[in-house]
């Protein structure tokens, strides 16, 4: 699967996550939903991307980990904090990626299969950012901003398959992505068009370089693997909106 081919699945997980962000008080348990979906999506094709050993477990702790970390952000944001819940999503599935390693039959590759596993599980569970960004959102009446950045990623990943060199092609994602996260900022969360504009360059950056680098595995054009490559970045941008979230409401 070439990257013409990722760009529309990425691009509709990211515009899944801006329609169910705008529809009102039940939005953190859709979000929830559908960061569940993005991680076992991302889980199932991990071992096939970095071309991991003992795939079963390493699919079984990475899809884990994006799944129950969006339910644990769901039902526990509000009594421990955002930090904290982050935090405690990513130590269950590390501690789950060393008793994965200590159960296998298979001895071979432990290095490989330990620290695969391990990055695996920071971006699906950094993924649960999404559901507290969403649960902070409802409550600051801020859940036009959720959205705003969830669509200016769908525009990013669209853009990021254009038929263009690597720099071109970078640089008309992050473009259109900020001009579509500056704009829908401002019309659907009232925030300003400087702030609006930094959130927009950071989000659009952070998602395209995600892209890119798992995009540049060997093993990127398998369509396994292809749904770790699109999924990657909308993971990732869930930091960067639970900051904007907070930041700017």
């Known amino acids: 699967m070439i990257a013409p081919e990722r760009a529309p699945l990425g691009a509709a997980l990211a515009l899944l996550m801006a329609l169910v962000a705008l529809t009102g008080p039940l939005s953190p348990t859709l ?21 991991l050993p003992s795939a079963p ?13 969006a339910l644990f952000s769901l039902v526990v944001a509000e009594r421990t904090g955002a930090v904290a819940a982050v935090i405690m999503v990513c130590a269950v599935g590390v501690f ?7 159960v296998r039959r298979e001895r071979s590759r432990l290095t490989d299969s330990l620290t695969g596993t391990v990055a695996g599980v920071m971006l699906t569970g950094l993924g649960s950012c999404w559901v507290l960004a969403q649960s ?16 200016g990623l769908a525009v990013t990943l669209l853009a990021g398959a254009a ?8 640089l008309l994602a992050a473009l259109l992505g900020t001009a579509v996260i500056t ?17 927009g360059l950071v989000t659009t950056v952070g ?7 798992l995009g540049s595995s060997l093993m990127a054009r398998r ?26 409401t």
């Open 207 to 213: 998602a395209s370089g995600s892209h890119l680098l």
């Open 136 to 151: 902070d959102a409802v409550g600051t009446g801020r859940t036009g901003l959720v959205a705003a950045i969830a669509l």
């Open 183 to 199: 704009l829908l900022a401002g019309v659907l969360a009232g925030v300003g068009p400087v702030p609006a504009a930094a959130t």
């Open 57 to 69: 477990g390493t699919r079984l702790v990475v899809a884990g980990t994006g799944v129950l970390g």
């Open 96 to 102: 789950a990626s060393f008793v994965h390693q200590m």
């Open 31 to 51: 979000v929830a939903l559908t960061v569940a979906l993005l991680g076992v999506l991302v889980g199932i094709a991990w071992p096939d991307l970095l071309e």
């Open 223 to 248: 369509p396994s693997a292809s749904l770790a490559v699109a999924g990657a970045p909308v993971a990732t941008v869930g930091v960067m909106t639970l900051l904007a979230v907070n930041l700017l």
């Open 163 to 170: 038929p263009l060199p690597s720099l071109p092609r970078l």
